[in-house]
Each structure stands twice: as C-alpha cells, then as structure tokens.
C-alpha cells in the first residue's frame, strides 16, 4: 500500500516538475506595416523579461525555465520593419531576440498556451488578456512619432536595371538634388537613409528583382518621422558604389570577380556568415555554445575552459567573433571536419607535441621494408636526382643486375623518407629501389605516382608560302629603207649602214636594178624591235629607185608561281623538337695548308620549335623558322650565296588555331625606254624612234603555324 501511495503522489507531483517548452513559433503579417510572433508552449506561458535595444533596433524577450523544442534557432522574415528572428536557449531560459530596422513599440497577450508579440501596435502599457487568463506583461515601447510632412524634398521613382558587367544599378529620382543620404552597410546588404525625405505611398513596397541575376535580390521601401529608407539585400561577393547626378542617385552593386576576391580575402581572412552578440558578464562556454549553434558546428570544450567575458558585437563573420573571445581568454581551437575542438592554447601546443614525439618514437621503431617502384613514363635518374635535390644529401651506393652496365646512387632524406631510409635507382630496368617504413614508402610512391604520367604531345604544322607574280610588256619598232639616184655619169645610193653599200650580197642599185639581192639587216636605219616578240605588223614601200620597210612588234608576259613548304612535327610538352631538309651546295676554297679543300652550305627548311601547353589547354611556342634558297654564285671566289628568310618568335596560340607569324611583300617594278637621241622625243612622230619596256614583279612572304595537342588515347 506505501509504494502504490508513493507512485500516486509521483503520478501528482511529476507534472508540476516537469520543464516548460517551446513547441511552435508562427509569424504573420497585419494590416498597418505591422506584424505578430505566435509562440506555442506545452503550459502556460511564463511571464518574459523584456528590453529593447535602440541601434541596432532590436526587441529582446527572455522567457525563463522554457527550453526550445525548435528544430531550427534562424527566421528569415520578409515584413517592412523585420527581416529576420532568433530563438536561443541557454542556462534554462529561451530567448526571442527580432531584429527590426527601426525601433518600434510592441504589445503583448497570451491566449490559452500561445504567448503572442504585435510589433508596431498603437497601444502601451498592460495589455489584458481575457478574463480567465488575463496576465500582467511588463512592456517597453517607443513614443509614436508624428508622420513627416510632405512638403520638401520627395523621392518620385524607385527604378532597378541590369548594367552590362553584371551589376545591379537602383535608381532613385529626387524632387531636389540637395538631399541628405547616410548609406551604411548591414548584415544582408546595404541601406540607404534619406533623411528629412517624403516617400509617397504608392511607393512604400518591395521590390523582388531576383531575375535579374545580379548580386541583389530585394529593394525594400519603407518611411518613418526621419525620412524614408532603402533596404538593397544582397548576396554573394560583391562591391558597392552610389553616386548622384542632378535629381536622381544610383547605387551600383557588382559582383566581384575571381581575383577582387582573392584580393579581398587576403586584407580580410575572415568570411564566415555574419552575426550580432550582445552580452554582459556571460561565461564563455556559452558564448562558445551559441556559435557552435549558429555555426551548426559540433563543439568539444575542454573541461579547463572557464571565466566569463562582456562583449557587444554587430554584424562580424562568427569566424572573427569566435578569434576574439578565444584570443580575450587565451584559447585555441583546432577543426576536425564538423567538430570543434577548444582549449588553452599551452593545453593544445603540449598535445599536439606529445603526439608528434609519439608519433615519431613510433617511426622509429616500425620495421623497415624493401619495395621496388617501377617508373613508367620519366627517367629514373632524373627522378632520383630530383629527389636528391630535395634532400640535400646523398649516400654512395649502386645498383647491379644482369647486364652489369648500369650506374645506381642511393638518397636518404628527412623529408620524402625517414633518418633510415634510403633508394637505389637500377638504370636498367628504369626502377628505384626503395628501403623505408611502410608509411613512408606509401607516401614515397604517392609522390612518384603524381609526378611520373605521361607527357602530352603536341603536333606543330607550319606552312610557308612564297607568292610570285611577273608582269612585263614591250613594244618596239625596226624600220630602214635602201634607194639610189644616177645623175649623168654619177651613182648616190642610200642604205642603213655601210655594210649595205657593198655587194655582197648586193648595193641598193644592184638589188633595185635587178642584178642581186640585199640583207635588210644590213639596211635597218632604227633598230629598237622586241626581241621573241608575242606579235608584230610589218609594212613595205617599193618604187623604181627607192625601198622602204617598217615593223612593229610587241609583248606582254603574265606569270603566277607559288611555293608551298609544309614542315609537321610532334614533340612533348617542354621538349625541344627540330626538322629540316634541303641541300648542301658544295664549293672550292683554299686550306690553310695552302691546297684546296671542299666546304659546304647549306640551303635548308628548318623548323625548330619548344613548345609549352598551358592549364588552359592552349600552347607557348618557341619558334625558329629558315626557308633558305641557292643564289648567285660569286664569279670570283666562285663560293654561292644563300637567300635567308629567318622567323624567330615566341607566341601563345589556343589548341587547333592558326595564326600568321610573319609575312613580307616586295614589289619590283621597272620602267625602261630607248631612243635615238632628239628624234625620239619628237611628239608623234618620236614613237618611230624609241622602245617602251614596262616590268613588274611581286613576291609575298607569309608563315602559317598550327599546333595541336594530340588525344590522350593516341599517345597512352
């Protein structure tokens, strides 16, 4: 009977032991730029202690012996006057903390197990429930404010466009250009006050521009007794720049690029989310525990942690607030993927140098093991001799095997192996031989592993085209006339030259008269024909005592030639790769014995080319290029000359592009004329005594390079 009385009175009593919890939290929206905090509890709501913080603008309400049954302790709210709440529980009491953006009064009810918060309400004071549960609420709230008179400076539009670099631009045009605005940067983006500034009503609303994909996301519009405000929320990386020009003033928030972020993490190495403290005379291991909270960290205290600290901080990464409070009371943390570890910094120092003397004793005596590490694609020299550099020492040693012939050394080093490591590289299997504990040779083979893989292959096609093009014109004219006049007992014969006056073949008056013949070669008074003419008009004069003869010939000569060289290589990357062909023209000269000997030049298509692919798949190329040709030889040494063309350049060229190297382009244009002196230069008349001869020649240079990098499944 005493145990069945005893369990009653437990059954009786157990109820009222039980702890208070915090089993729902709504919010909603109210009519009047107002809103209200629904909070459910598994009793009856406790009476809160309650205060208000001016800037930045926050109501705070601690309800005591109440823990949070909330699965999550952030609320993002999107009211006008809240954008979001936090609900934290610590040394048995939960507190409700609202973050506003302008401090505003707030009445209280409770409703069976509800405790309900309106924030922006008309009324102070106690607020009376109904009859049957009316509790008492100590409350605080601000005097009501007068609205702000619509005369003056107004803002008349809240526009928001997309720039071309990615930013967004919120411009806002003003009824007067002498306006006073504080721009300050919050937690969620930036805020604009315009002080002593109407906002008209239709403009009081946010503004969702999320499509726009730019760093911002909402403009919030709101106005108060000091004027209106701008909430610009943004995410990401980002900079922000306003400037006004006349009546409208703009905001630019860009994104940052990859480098403006670098830049910006290394003058500000904290970037943890960010979050507001507000403590006073709080021990440090909650401190530690509301950011392990916000963090969602696991945290592991030290049992030597302890003191207490007084800290007001707004709007810091948490990663910065959490290396000011480890800093204030000497402490370190160490992370180990979601766990945090904190204690003293000596506490942590002595640990981790027990482990690494531990952890070197044990090196010392694990087993030492012989393991042969076959390299694949690099020389096993050079990887030794790169692994010797590392270690700034060496031991003398060897490596032997059936063909006897091979060299070998051996490397000990503190860094890739142990005090008692050493290796042997065997040249004639292309393998190092490795003696080390199990962990280092591990470590030693990761290492070869990343640096033995095959070297990707580049094809470098080059082509050089040499252009010729020839234009020539001739035009000429040959005429001469033979003739004779008998006076009495006297002859007068006319011929081209004197040659023409003898008889042989015949004299003009011989050949006139019927008795012989006559060379018109010998009778040419202007000879200034084309030679090989193309094409010519002949014109002959005969009378009783005179002959005369005239020809025109003429000549036009187009030609086109080209010469295509096309040199194709393949090389490694970082390797030196040449290629040529061509001829050696072989000449006499003297010795310095005094004989002669025979010496060479050379006459080649060179390519000579190193090239260097970068991480971005395109390639650096080290080119020397020669197209060299035979010609004239030298009429006294009789040694021949070489036409050089030469291109040396370095270039950065994408995969599989061609790009034009160098190009040159000669022009060779002559202009000739021969006369007879005086009458050539007759008008009309002067053309039967001259030759007109007109060449043209062009040669164009251009070099085409091409590299390509070859497959991985063509060279593996």
Not at 101 to 111: I, K, P, S
Not at 239 to 246: I, S
Not at 359 to 374: C, D, G, H, S
Not at 511 to 539: C, F, K, R
């Amino acid at each position: 009977m005493r145990n069945i009385t005893t369990l009653l009175l437990m059954l009786l009593v157990s109820p009222l032991l039980w702890a208070n919890t915090l089993d729902d939290i709504r919010f909603a929206e109210l009519p009047g730029e107002r809103f209200e905090v629904r909070m459910g509890f598994s009793g009856a709501p406790p009476e809160p202690q309650g205060y208000t913080i001016e800037q930045p603008a926050r109501i705070v309400l601690d309800f005591p012996d109440v823990d949070s049954a909330l699965t999550q302790r952030r609320f993002p709210l999107s009211f006008d006057n809240s954008d979001s709440a936090m609900v934290l529980t610590s040394e048995g009491r939960t507190r409700l903390i609202l973050n506003l953006n302008e401090l505003t009064g707030y009445d209280t009810r409770v409703e069976g197990n509800q405790y309900i918060v309106e924030v922006g309400a008309s009324r102070g004071g106690y607020v009376e429930a109904p009859a049957a549960q009316a509790v008492p609420v100590r409350q605080t709230r601000q005097a009501e404010r007068q609205a702000p008179a619509q005369r003056g400076p107004a803002i008349t539009n809240i526009d928001f466009r997309r720039g071309e670099a990615g930013e967004g631009r919120v411009i806002i045009q003003l009824s007067q250009p002498n306006v006073s605005v504080d721009m300050d940067e919050t937690g969620e983006g930036v805020r604009l006050n315009f002080n002593d500034v109407h906002l008209p009503q239709e403009l009081r609303r946010r503004l969702d521009v999320v499509d726009f994909a730019t760093p911002v996301s909402l403009i919030a519009a709101t106005h108060d007794s000091r004027g209106a405000t701008l909430n610009i929320r943004a995410s990401g990386d980002y900079d922000y720049l306003a400037y006004q020009t006349d009546n409208e003033y703009v905001l630019s928030v860009k994104p940052l690029s990859e480098r403006e972020r670098e830049e910006r993490e290394e003058m500000f190495a904290y970037t943890g989310e960010r979050l507001s403290l507000n403590f006073q005379d709080i021990e440090v291991r909650a401190v530690l525990q509301l950011i392990a909270d916000f963090t969602e960290l696991n945290l592991v205290a030290s049992d030597t942690v302890s003191g207490r600290i007084t800290l007001r901080l707004e709007n810091v990464p948490w990663d910065q607030a959490l290396d000011l409070v480890l800093r204030t009371k000497g402490l370190d943390k160490r992370v180990v993927g979601n766990v945090m570890m904190v204690a003293p910094a000596a506490e942590i120092a002595e640990r981790e140098r027990q482990e690494l003397t531990t952890r070197r004793q044990l090196e010392e005596l694990a087993p030492l093991r012989t393991e042969y590490i076959r390299v694949r694609y690099a020389n096993a020299r050079e990887l030794f001799e790169l692994f010797r550099g590392r270690s700034g020492g060496q031991q003398a040693g060897g490596a032997g095997g059936a063909g006897g012939g091979q060299r070998g050394g051996s490397l000990s080093t503190g860094s890739v192996l142990s005090e008692r490591g050493s290796a042997v590289v065997d040249e004639r299997t292309n393998s190092i031989i490795l003696t080390d504990t199990a962990e280092r040779i591990e470590n030693f083979r990761r290492m070869v592993d990343q640096i033995d893989i095959p070297i990707r292959q580049v094809m470098i096609e080059a082509r050089v085209v040499i252009a010729n093009t020839d234009f020539r014109r001739e035009m000429g004219i040959r005429w001469g006339g033979v003739g004779y006049r008998q006076t009495g007992g006297s002859l007068v014969e006319v011929a081209g030259s004197t040659a023409g006056l003898d008889s042989n073949p015949g004299s003009p008056f011989e050949y006139l008269t019927g008795q012989g013949a006559i060379d018109l070669n010998e009778n040419m008074i202007v000879d200034l024909g084309v030679q090989n003419p193309a094409g010519s008009l002949a014109l002959g004069i005969l009378t009783d005592n005179a002959f005369l003869d005239l020809e025109l010939s003429a000549l036009e000569n187009t030609g086109y030639a080209e010469i295509v060289s096309q040199p194709k290589v393949i090389t490694g990357d970082k390797q030196r790769a040449s290629i040529q062909s061509g001829t050696e023209v072989p000449y006499q000269e003297v010795s310095p014995a005094g004989g002669t000997t025979t010496a060479f030049k050379e006459a080649v298509l060179k390519l000579d080319v190193v090239p260097q692919i970068t991480p971005d798949n395109r390639i650096i190329m080290d080119l020397v290029i020669n197209q060299d040709s035979i010609g004239a030889l030298n009429p006294q040494t009789g040694i021949p000359t070489i036409d050089v063309t030469q291109l040396e350049t370095k270039v950065l060229v994408s995969n599989g592009q061609t790009v034009v190297l160098g190009g040159v382009f000669t022009v060779e244009q002559f202009r000739e004329q021969n006369k007879v002196p005086i009458l050539g230069d007759l008008p009309f008349l002067g053309r039967l005594f001259r030759q007109d001869i007109n060449s043209q020649q062009k040669r164009e240079l251009l070099i085409f390079i091409t590299p390509k990098i070859m497959a991985d499944t063509l060279t593996n």
